[in-house]
């Protein structure tokens, strides 16, 4: 054989071996790896062509992604069991499905060699153990409960479900004027203030469909036969939050749903489960249960927010009243009535001028500075001068010199106004950042402003101040927050929703004890013989009233606390300090026992 011939049987020799080791895994091994590296690559077709039969595994593995919604899948294989022409690889399958949900298992593939070749024998438990030739795996989201919003009792107060949205658009109407009147007859038996007049200003000013009304599931069933029909008028029904008493702290609710709505969802829970060819489930393969998100806790009290509530609806005045729980900061209540509501929430964060209430301040200061305890006598004549400014008492009353307790008892502007005068410029800021007033409060589901009061080296514009009159402001939240101090002894950190921490922006300075006493003593004598006696049959109450003149009358307040709750009143341009005692008064007395 010559050399040539020789050496063209070698490089035949190699191109055959060549050939041989690239036509694939020769081993059971081999060829099961190779079948779930498809797989996990999503390469449905070349999985199946590595099958007996490559048409059914096809439409099988496709089904499993397509079905399990699925975004990865990490595949890999185990120990290989050989008899002859058969074997046993052991796999684990890994899939990642939507929203991080994972889900493993393992299983084992049936191998056959067939001219010399080592392929997977098709069956549907390839995909899963557990999955019949005729089943499919199909992926349930399980929602979970929403949320649901609870008083300080337990009660709910807002809970998961469908609010009903009606709008009225007069331009799409064929009758304005007609469609206006039946909408209003319908939405009276919910709101019996609405007025078709009104409701059709309303409407046409909007720039858009006017939402006349948000009604419950409940609520529209009663009206949409009167509803229905009518041109010009639209419903939509979305997911809301749902007061369980629509009279309940309106404006308050209103408030919180806006802070929680996107916390109400819980994680859904999850399954696979096998469908047969009917479409019915035959079985579940893994199951996650959902998580349900904890429903809120609001500190807001039913008892004593119905008590407020009721007592500031008797006005027809705007009247408003900020109820906390000394001892923990918790809002137990924060009411206002319709004429309030025009204006937003004004109870948490409207800024009036707070009259005499903040002669509590002024005292507070006093003491601090040591210009004066309650027994000091201090002159009370019917005017003083300060600087070029005269400052009267009411009616121009005068008791002589005093104690500084009495003078607080009878609400002297003179006595106040002097001591005032008397202080450094930050001595009431400081003051009134100890009994909580003038702090940034953030709180969840309620938006506040407690008051503002600036430091001021002017005499005249302090000796304003002192009585409340100057540049000071409050909100009734902020002086409701001066009682709670008062009675607990240092300020506490409001707060509406549990869990929710309250953020307070600037320094609390901590009063002395004596400086405490010495309010709560005066504070107790108001009651007992001051300008509060009205409310001294309602127990043992400590309080403060305040008349605070504005243009065009004078606001009535009243501040103080008994037990554990403490509380401001204000009523906007309500005259005589009497009237504000006499709306707490009121709510004291409507409160059951205990409170």
Not at 120 to 149: C, E, F, K, M, Y
Request: proline share 5%; aromatic share 6%.
């Amino acid at each position: 054989m010559s050399t040539r011939v020789f050496s063209t049987l070698i490089a035949a020799a190699v191109a055959v071996a060549a050939a041989g080791c690239s036509s694939g895994p020769q081993g059971p091994a081999q060829a099961a790896e190779a079948f779930v590296s498809d797989f996990a690559d999503h390469d449905v077709d070349s999985a199946a062509d590595r099958t007996s039969q490559p048409e059914r595994a096809r439409a099988a593995l496709g089904s499993a992604w397509d079905q399990l919604q699925a975004e990865k899948l990490v595949a890999t294989t185990g120990a290989a069991r050989v008899t002859g022409d058969t074997a046993v690889v052991d796999y684990t399958y890994e899939w990642h499905l939507p929203k991080d949900r994972v889900w493993a298992y393992q299983g084992q593939l049936q191998m056959g060699r067939a001219d010399g070749k080592w392929q997977v024998r098709w069956s549907a438990a390839d995909i899963h153990p557990q999955l019949g030739n005729t089943q499919t795996l199909q992926l349930r989201s399980n929602p979970a409960p929403r949320a649901r919003v609870n008083e300080r009792s337990g009660g709910d107060v807002l809970v998961p479900g469908s609010l009903y949205r009606v709008q009225f658009k007069p331009s799409a109407s064929s009758d304005p004027n007609g469609v206006s009147v039946a909408l209003a007859n319908a939405l009276r038996r919910f709101d019996d203030k609405i007025d078709a007049a009104t409701l059709l200003r309303a409407a046409r000013r909007s720039d858009g469909p006017y939402t006349a009304a948000q009604l419950t599931e409940w609520e529209f069933g009663e009206v949409n036969s009167a509803l229905m029909g009518l041109s010009g008028v639209t419903f939509s029904k979305e997911f809301d939050l749902v007061p369980t008493d629509r009279h309940f702290a309106p404006d308050l609710m209103t408030q919180i749903r806006k802070t929680v709505i996107d916390e109400v969802d819980g994680k859904a829970g999850w399954s696979v489960v096998t469908v047969n060819s009917n479409g019915v489930d035959t079985d579940v393969l893994e199951e996650v249960d959902p998580q349900t998100s904890p429903s809120f806790s609001l500190s807001v009290d039913r008892y004593v927010q119905n008590s407020a509530q009721r007592a500031v609806d008797a006005r027809t005045e705007q009247a408003m009243m900020v109820v906390v729980q000394p001892s923990t900061g918790a809002i137990l209540a924060v009411a206002q009535n319709e004429a309030a509501d025009k204006d937003g929430p004004v109870a948490a964060t409207g800024l009036y001028p707070p009259g005499s209430t903040f002669k509590t301040v002024t005292a507070a200061a006093a003491m601090t500075a040591g210009l004066a305890t309650p027994d000091t006598v201090v002159p009370c004549p019917s005017q003083i001068v300060v600087g070029e400014r005269t400052i009267p008492n009411y009616d121009l009353f005068s008791v002589g010199s005093v104690a500084m307790a009495t003078a607080y008892e009878r609400s002297c502007n003179t006595s106040f106004a002097k001591l005032a005068s008397e202080l450094e410029g930050d001595d009431l800021r400081t003051a009134a950042a100890a009994l909580g007033l003038g702090l940034d409060y953030t709180i969840a589901g309620l938006p506040t402003a407690s008051g503002s009061v600036p430091a001021d080296h002017d005499l005249v514009q302090r000796a304003e101040d002192g009585i409340g009159q100057g540049k000071v402001l409050a909100s009734p939240f902020g002086m409701a927050l001066v009682a709670a101090t008062v009675a607990h002894g240092s300020a506490p950190v409001p707060y509406l929703i549990a869990g929710h921490q309250t953020q307070v922006s600037g320094d609390r300075p901590q009063l002395k004890p004596e400086v405490i006493d010495g309010l709560r003593l005066m504070m107790r004598k108001v009651v007992l013989g001051g300008t509060a006696e009205r409310i001294v049959d309602q127990g043992e109450v400590y309080g403060k009233t305040g008349e605070a003149e504005v243009d065009g009358g004078s606001h009535s307040w009243f501040i103080g606390y008994r037990g554990d709750l403490a509380w401001a009143t204000l009523v906007v341009r309500g005259g005589s300090s009497d009237n504000a005692v006499a709306v707490t008064r009121d709510m004291v007395a409507a409160l059951p026992p205990g409170y």
